[in-house]
Every structure is written in C-alpha cells, then in structure tokens.
C-alpha cells in the first residue's frame, strides 16, 4: 500500500502562484508514475499532470501548459506541482496520485483509473 498526503494549497488572487506538495509513503518502491487531479464543484475530475518515476517524462493538460510545473524528489518520496498565473477556473480540490502497475505512454496518465493511490485533496481557491 502506498499513503498520500497533499499540502499546501490555499486562498490566492489571480495571476499569483502556489506550490503543492504530496507526501508518500509506505510501498514507494512500488511506484511507477505520479500526477495530480482535480475536481471543481459539479464537474468531473479533471487530469492537470503526470510524471514518471524516473522524472523524465512529463504530461500536462492543455489548460495548465505553460503556468503548471510537476516534479518529483525520489530521496523524499514526494511529488510537486508549482502553480504559476492561476486562474479563477482552476479552482478546484486538487488530488495527488501514483500508480504501483507498469504502464507506458500519454494514455497511462491522463485518466483517472489509471491510478489505484489517491490523497486526500487540498483545496486551491484563486480569487478574481
């Protein structure tokens, strides 16, 4: 079994910048990918990122291209997502993730039963 922990979000105006940690532990060994999700109030869960373990492969939604950044620290077992320009529709609970099964490709990270480990959520608010 792999435990997530999600950190760090909060309340921020438009056009600032926050950074989300995820802690993990337990069978860490195990993990292939991580990535992280959302979901705003009556919408479905949304794919936002997702890193191999290695950390050299990297996949973003269209909608964060450019103003999201996902890395990983193997020596922490940890996952980041820093949040560049956010916008009031990336409001949302964001999710972290990982995935103990071997896949390889876009497909292995965008959808959400790609994963079988997932946090608690941390909500993110950006302000008009």
């Known amino acids: 079994q792999v435990q997530l922990v999600e950190s760090g979000g909060g309340l921020v105006q438009a056009g600032g910048s926050l950074r989300l940690s995820c802690a993990a532990s337990?069978?860490?060994?195990?993990?292939?990918?991580m990535g992280w999700f959302r979901q705003a109030p009556g919408k479905e869960r949304e794919f936002v990122a997702g890193i191999s373990w290695s950390g050299d492969t990297t996949y973003y939604a269209d909608s964060v291209k450019g103003r999201f950044t996902i890395s990983r620290d193997i020596v922490e077992n940890a996952a980041y997502l820093q949040s560049n320009n956010l916008k009031p529709e990336d409001t949302a609970v964001y999710h972290c993730?990982?995935?103990?099964?071997?896949?390889?490709?876009?497909?292995?990270?965008?959808?959400?039963?790609?994963?079988?480990?997932w946090g608690q959520g941390t909500q993110v608010t950006v302000s008009s």
């Open positions: 993730v990982a995935a103990d099964i071997y896949c390889s490709g876009y497909g292995c990270y965008d959808g959400p039963g790609q994963y079988n480990y």
């Open positions: 337990g069978r860490t060994f195990s993990i292939f990918r």
